[in-house]
């Protein structure tokens, strides 16, 4: 167990922390790179091998970067993360998440940028957020953060309850849902910073003197040799109010406050009320004699202050003390206490952070920002106030104070927040509860899912920012790069990143922010919705079932087994087998030539399989197919796993592939089989091709009244009529059609097969005269007649098609000798359909979908089905393929070329995924899901009148025909030559190396991951 959440933290750290922390100096420089060195490594592969050495290598003792303390912690942060990642899954609590989500990206509310709320604000942020994008910032901000005292991180810390409480409650502590107050003291806060962005004037009588007044402000109430304010640094007065607090904090921390003529040592919570409450501040310069504060509370509720600042800053100041966590609902008058007064708040001393601690986590960005100095010496301080400022939403201008004179005022900004309802995302987040169902904890063993979080972050960020951790690759690659952390390195390289894509930025003249936005928001040409619209539909189509209650058990219900299966399979040693097995898969990535290379050309003609079935409406009918299961072969079994590691690991006679004749597997022997019936086969006479079709000639008498005998009306072609066939067989089984005996019958899927295998009456006629009568599909395809006209390749194949069916077993076949089908072989094979296993259960929805489907000619749509599953055969076709009756020689007997399903077949990928442990499996939960989901959304009338009334165009139904017609999947072009650049511009990006390369990034995954499991276990490739 403990290293499969080892390796969990290496795929979280390799794809979701690239740069990332609690770790003792590692001397040296040593390198440890699991049994391999890698001496041409570029320097993507460095930055990422080098985190692996020193993230995974700390679960290795012979690695040079072991680090047990370091290994513990973040395993007991990754069980945390999937404790309480499981009991939100399980909590209403998910149902809210996923409303919330709705109601944020409701607000993508215009294609137009200009207009978008949504857009505007999150640009608005990210221009805020611009010096971030210095990566010499970021590694210091981060660096910052994580020397923080990690308690702040504990589930009991009450930092997550301030964020909470701040969203939900008003300036004042009340719940502003209740309170006259309804604007949150998050949102107050954030306007407060915006509004204080500028440098106040001394006012007389009304006129502005042009006299900036913080530097009229000082302090006796400081250490020796110390400015008593930090007016000498900054006249702007958010930049004030950040630099008296980070100054307070660092002279409580230094033991350099003076309280009762003594100087002491204070706590951030001590040394920011100090600083509210009790600190002396003197006003020079306005008067005879000078005006005298306790604190800045004092300060701000005093009656010629108030006239001086604006009352924007004078309303919302109380917001910067609910920062300290100080306030409680009894405290102001439970509930009625409307601002402060020059006496209400002389009590409040000793208070901060009794009610939450959110301060302990803005402290370290504050004091961060305050120290930091541009190029020329200058306070960095300016930037934080942007980047919060660009957080508020409140417009400045047109503010009310929320007093008329000695009355309040109620039409007051701070009391009509509905008026900002659909048109604030901070608001929309705060309102629809978001933050507290994502955050809060839930049960004994839930933290919430913030403080492991951020304690993993914080700690990897550490361990990367260990001495003597620059990979040497690097070093011999810079001999003259000074740093000495991987984080200073990988800052570097970022930053030279960063300037090329900016010159880049300057040379096209195109703003790359501007560019990111319109791919988001702005519909695609040849496209009704944008990105997000798309996924504002998937979110409100699941916020929508989210609200039936009944539907919502069964979700969870399913959802939570899905969970079981997956908690069991990550707590097993077979993940290290699935590690080897995913690296066999990835070895097959064996040419840099795309034509050569064994992956990429399944990838290719995978992709080129796929595309006719790519297109929204397509998916939508494949996915109600797949949820509209035999309910019954589902509930029959809870071996469905079972059933499909039986086609993978035995042939189509149902042997064992390791201790029988023909080694192909049944799976990979029917896909074969379709591609090779993917014809139109003619008669043959004396070697003369009549150019009439086989199948025009069959027909069949067992037929419903008014229907044809077989499909030969709809299809000619091999591999369509045999879906066709068995398609009209479940069909008219369904509706008690099926003939037998001269009776109609209902039959279930797996007799409906068995009967057109086996039962069917198929007569073959030559110029109006039966000339051959069969029993079924195998008594037509095992005739001695037929094989003279049929090619080997489909009926040595036939009897996959048959497996399907999940008939036939080891027993049935002679001990496992039996070699082929026989004109008799089969008799008795009726009836045992699904006895084995269960797989037609999955095959025959979709079967039917794509016969029953008709394409844009009004014909059936079998062929597209074909083109999928001929996509995946990696069998050579004739003239390469050599037949049974070849003995050892024969194709299906060899099976030696290579193959990514022989080698997911080989290696026991899918088995190890897929197996049943115990009482948990994965897939019966996951078809269960599924089916749940599918069936909720596909429920008639499940489109509300408002869509269809606003959408004349549109011609669905239920919720699901809404979700695919806002999703406007178009999937690949039609067009054969535009297919074609798709797939090729997608394997350009996986499988093509850089100029001068000799790797792709497929054999980069695969390097990274064996790197990183050779630290967990033996190497998987065995070095």
């Not at 001397?27 to 570029?42: P, W």
Request: net charge neutral; proline share 4%.
């Amino acid at each position: 167990m403990s290293k499969v959440i080892a390796l969990i933290f290496v795929l979280v750290q390799m794809y979701i922390f690239p740069l990332s922390p609690y770790a003792a100096p590692i001397e040296g420089q040593a390198r440890y790179i699991a049994g391999k060195e890698i001496s041409s490594a570029g320097k993507p592969d460095i930055l990422v091998n080098g985190a692996i050495d020193l993230l995974v290598g700390s679960y290795d003792k012979k690695s040079p970067f072991y680090d047990p303390v370091f290994s513990e912690a973040v395993k007991r942060d990754i069980r945390q993360l999937l404790i309480s990642s499981r009991a939100l899954v399980l909590n209403d609590d998910l149902e809210k998440i996923i409303n919330s989500l709705d109601a944020i990206l409701a607000l993508n509310d215009s294609n137009e940028l200009s207009r978008n709320t949504l857009a505007k604000y999150l640009k608005q942020i990210v221009k805020g957020m611009k010096p971030l994008a210095e990566a010499d910032t970021l590694k210091k901000l981060l660096l910052t953060i994580a020397s923080a005292d990690k308690e702040i991180f504990a589930p009991d810390s009450r930092v997550i309850d301030g964020l909470i409480m701040m969203s939900e409650g008003n300036m004042y502590g009340q719940k502003r849902t209740s309170a006259a107050i309804n604007t949150s003291a998050l949102r107050a806060l954030l306007y407060m910073i915006a509004c204080a962005d500028f440098s106040p004037h001394l006012v007389v009588q009304g006129k502005d003197t042009g006299i900036p007044i913080l530097p009229l402000l000082d302090s006796f109430d400081r250490p020796d040799k110390e400015p008593g304010t930090v007016k000498d640094q900054t006249a702007n007065l958010a930049e004030w109010f950040i630099g008296e607090i980070v100054t307070a904090v660092k002279w409580g921390r230094e033991g350099k406050l003076s309280v009762n003529g003594k100087y002491v040592h204070m706590d951030q919570f001590q040394a920011f009320d100090w600083l509210m409450f009790k600190k002396k501040y003197v006003l020079t310069g306005v008067g005879v004699e000078p005006l005298k504060f306790d604190g800045i509370v004092g300060i701000i509720s005093n009656e010629l202050v108030e006239s001086i600042l604006p009352a924007s800053i004078i309303d919302a100041f109380p917001s910067i003390i609910e920062l300290g966590g100080g306030m409680t609902v009894a405290e102001y008058n439970r509930g009625r206490y409307d601002g402060f007064t020059a006496t209400s708040w002389q009590k409040r001393h000793g208070t901060a952070g009794k009610r939450h601690k959110l301060l302990a986590l803005f402290v370290p960005v504050m004091e961060f920002w305050w120290n930091a100095k541009d190029i020329q010496g200058r306070l960095r301080v300016g930037e934080l106030v942007h980047m919060l400022a660009s957080l508020n939403e409140i417009p400045v201008a047109g503010y009310i104070p929320m007093e008329n004179g000695a009355s309040p005022d109620p039409l007051a900004t701070f009391r009509n927040d509905e008026k900002l309802s659909g048109k604030s995302v901070l608001k929309t987040i705060e309102d629809s509860g978001f933050l507290k169902a994502l955050l809060r904890k839930r049960s004994p063993d839930d933290t919430g899912l913030a403080p492991p979080l951020m304690d993993l972050c914080f700690r990897v960020i550490d361990k990367l920012n260990s001495p003597w951790t620059i990979p040497d690759d690097y070093l011999r690659m810079n001999p003259n790069y000074r740093g000495k952390t991987y984080l200073d390195f990988a800052f570097f390289e970022l930053d030279r990143v960063s300037a090329a894509l900016q010159n880049k930025e300057n040379k096209t003249g195109q703003d790359f922010l501007d560019r990111a936005f319109e791919i988001l928001f702005v519909p695609m040409p040849g496209e009704k919705n944008s990105i997000m619209t798309k996924l504002g539909a998937v979110v409100r189509s699941a916020a929508q079932i989210s609200r039936d209650r009944v539907f919502a058990a069964t979700f969870k219900r399913d959802l939570g087994n899905l969970l079981n299966a997956t908690d069991t399979l990550v707590a097993t040693a077979d993940v290290e087998q699935i590690l080897r097995s995913l690296n066999a898969v990835l070895a097959l990535n064996d040419h840099l030539d795309f034509k050569k290379n064994t992956l990429a050309k399944f990838v290719h003609n995978a992709l080129l399989g796929l595309s006719p079935i790519s297109d929204g409406d397509t998916i939508k009918g494949l996915l109600v197919a797949l949820a509209d299961l035999d309910a019954k072969a589902v509930r029959d079994t809870a071996e469905l796993n079972d059933d499909l590691i039986m086609i993978l690991s035995s042939n189509m006679y149902g042997q064992k592939l390791g201790t029988s004749g023909v080694r192909t597997s049944a799976l990979r022997t029917l896909l074969f089989m379709i591609q090779a019936a993917d014809v139109e086969q003619h008669l043959v006479l004396a070697g003369i091709d009549t150019g009439i079709p086989m199948l025009k000639m069959v027909d069949s008498p067992d037929h419903p009244y008014n229907e044809p005998g077989t499909v030969r009306d709809q299809t000619v072609n091999i591999a369509q009529w045999a879906i066709g066939e068995v398609a009209t067989a479940i069909k008219w089984g369904r509706e008690g059609k099926v003939k037998l005996n001269g009776k109609n019958v209902f039959m279930d899927t797996f007799q409906a097969f068995d009967w057109v295998m086996f039962k069917k009456r198929y007569h073959l006629t030559f110029a109006g005269l039966k000339i051959l009568s069969f029993d079924g599909m195998s008594g037509m395809l095992s005739s001695k007649l037929v094989n003279l006209f049929m090619p080997s390749a489909i009926t040595d194949a036939f009897p996959a098609f048959v497996d399907m069916g999940g008939g036939m077993t080891d027993a049935e076949y002679a001990n496992s000798l039996f070699s082929g089908f026989t004109d008799k072989s089969w008799k008795e094979r009726y009836g045992t359909a699904g006895r084995r296993h269960k797989f037609l259960a999955i095959a025959a929805p979709l079967m039917e979908f794509c016969w029953n489907a008709k394409d844009e000619n009004g014909k059936q749509r079998s062929g597209d089905l074909v083109q999928v599953l001929a996509g995946l055969n990696e069998i050579p076709m004739p003239p390469a393929y050599v037949e049974l009756a070849r003995g050892r020689g024969a194709t299906f007997r060899r099976d030696d070329h290579p193959s990514v399903i022989k080698a997911v077949e080989d290696s026991g990928l899918l088995v190890y995924l897929i197996k049943k442990r115990g009482e948990n499996d994965i897939v019966v939960p996951a078809l269960d899901l599924l089916i749940t989901v599918v069936g909720k959304l596909n429920q008639k009338d499940s489109a509300s009148l408002e869509y269809r009334k606003n959408r004349p165009d549109f011609e669905g139904n239920t919720l699901l025909d809404v979700l695919f017609a806002e999703m406007d999947i178009k999937g690949f072009k039609q067009n054969q030559t535009e297919t074609a650049d798709t797939i090729q511009r997608i394997l350009d990006i996986v499988f093509s190396a850089g100029e001068g390369e000799t790797r792709n990034a497929v054999s980069r995954l695969q390097d990274y991951l064996d790197r990183s499991v050779g630290y967990l276990y033996k190497s998987p490739s065995g070095n």
